[in-house]
């Protein structure tokens, strides 16, 4: 994700990073080169079709529609993963202080908070597709590791162990009714976190829509040039460029907010996040916490 202040007004048409220029240039270059050839058979060679520049109009009018509406849907997805992520921080929280109300020896607390650490990590390691074996070897130990990350669903299988400490000490008095009924709340509110996350991963927007939008796209682009060689005569290029970078800008910003789970400079920092869920556990155990992942050239990752 970009972390920095917003450019000065100079700088704004130079930065590069976190925008979609890189990806899309080849495309702006395209539709100018089409337009110059356009310009130059109507001018020197035959006269082409003329389109109007009224009908064009209503065209983009439809098309802007079009990519609103999928920018927004793109949107929501990547807020909804956010906001997931934020509510498995709170919950991460919310077992620390119950551990403390609850549960009175400190071994069996930092058993179930190291899950804890080790479900946040397992859980952005199956969105990433990404090892983080590495990253929970110092809380739940080498054995539990390799029992965890060889399951399916790694994260759920924290949870799991999460739940079977809970039951055991539940069984043997020391959390009482009500404790257990709290910390299994908590663990249900993780799980369903969990599960909004995964729906989001495995769900994108539906192929249909995207493949009409980018149709579309296209098309527009390239009548485009015959709608602007009567009205905009040599400066028809810059324009067709112009309308190119705003039409398939937002195409590329909605593929990228589509998927907020991918290690991209515009995803969610799931790492950052899994280090605040670190130092809140940490303190909870009475531990010194490790620091805070800060922006490395404007990007957290």
């Given amino acids: 994700m970009i972390v920095r ?26 539709i100018a080169l089409l337009t110059i050839v356009v310009v130059l058979l ?68 930092e058993q179930i908070l190291s899950c804890a650490v080790a479900f946040a990590h397992l859980h952005r390691g199956f969105l990433r597709g990404v090892d983080v074996k590495a990253d929970i070897l110092g809380w739940i130990g080498k054995e539990q590791a390799d029992a965890m990350v060889t399951k399916t669903n790694p994260a759920d299988a924290a949870l799991r162990s999460m739940a079977d400490k809970i039951g055991t000490l539940t069984k043997a008095d020391a959390i009482s009714g009500f404790g257990q009924m709290t910390l299994s709340q908590t663990l249900s509110s993780m799980a369903l976190a969990q599960a909004g996350c995964e729906r989001i991963f495995t769900t994108p927007l539906p192929f249909v829509y995207s493949l009409l939008v980018r149709r579309t796209t296209y098309i527009y682009c390239w009548l485009l040039p015959f709608a602007l060689i009567e009205t905009t005569g040599w400066l028809a290029p810059l324009f067709a460029a112009v309308v190119a970078y ?26 950052a996040m899994c280090r605040t869920i670190e130092i809140s556990v940490s303190e909870a155990l009475n531990r010194r916490p490790p620091e805070a992942l800060t922006a490395k050239d404007h990007v957290l990752s």
């Avoid at 992520?85 to 919310?94: E, K, L, S």
Wanted: include cysteine; charge should be positive; proline fraction near 4%.
């Fill in 246 to 271: 705003v039409f398939f800008g937002l195409q590329a910003v909605t593929n990228e907010l589509e998927h907020p789970f991918r290690n991209v400079q515009n995803g969610l920092p799931l790492d």
């Fill in 42 to 109: 109507d001018r020197h060679v035959v006269t082409l079709p003329h389109i109007s520049i009224g009908a064009m109009g209503i065209f983009g009018v439809a098309l802007s529609l079009f990519l609103g509406f999928r920018n927004n849907a793109a949107y929501d997805r990547w807020w909804e993963a956010r906001k997931l992520w934020g509510t498995m921080i709170a919950d991460v929280r919310n077992l620390g202080r119950h551990m403390c109300v609850f549960v009175e020896k400190d071994a069996d607390r």
């Fill in 5 to 30: 202040e917003h450019p000065s007004t100079l700088k704004l048409f130079f930065v590069m990073q976190g925008s979609v220029v890189p990806k899309i240039i080849g495309r702006i270059i395209m």
